[in-house]
């Protein structure tokens, strides 16, 4: 387990790392992921209609809602690992 965690910490680092910027719906996917991933289900209350950002992250994370955390860290590490390259 505390591999895995590592892993997923390291992947975290590694997306900053990347060569390019991914395109706006694979950051919604990594942030999900990665939200996910680190806290759970997703938490709080979901940003006002003019908050366009914050509306499509909190919906991008609730969607993963009920995903276990072990499988979203490892979903981020794949996609991680596939924008490497």
Known sequence: MASARLTFEQAARDVQLLPQ???????LRLYALYKQGSEGDVSGEKPGFFDFVGTAKHEAWSRLKGTPRELAQQQYIDLVASLKG
């Open 21 to 27: 910027r991914p395109d706006n719906e694979t950051l």
